[in-house]
């Protein structure tokens, strides 16, 4: 992934970006909790989606990561995912806007 963003992202790949992260569950309340929890942690709760009638929770976060931070990243999302009954769905990454920098 990191290969691919070098070759074709038109942004920094080892700099800040904006890193979205996906849950689901069953029902609401469950990514409610998780919410709140990844809130105090310093992520930006996007909001809680339902594509294909399935509840889903996007967070971000401006965040610097290599391969193996970022693989260090989803193992903890996995473990947090699992520990609470909901499905942890993965990432995508953007570019920092300005007002996002903080």
Wanted: proline share 7%; aromatic share 10%.
């Amino acid at each position: 992934m990191f290969s691919a963003m070098r070759a074709n992202a038109p942004w920094n790949v080892d700099g800040p970006l904006l890193w979205g992260y996906y849950f689901s569950a069953p029902t609401s309340e469950k990514l409610d909790q998780i919410a709140s929890e990844l809130e105090s942690k310093g992520y930006r709760v996007v909001g809680i989606t339902m594509p294909q009638g399935k509840p889903r929770l996007q967070v971000e976060k401006v965040e610097t990561h290599t391969p193996a931070s970022l693989d260090a990243r989803n193992q903890e999302f996995y473990t947090l995912a699992g520990r609470n009954g909901i499905s942890y769905n993965g990432m995508d990454v953007g570019p920092v806007q300005v007002q996002e920098v903080k």
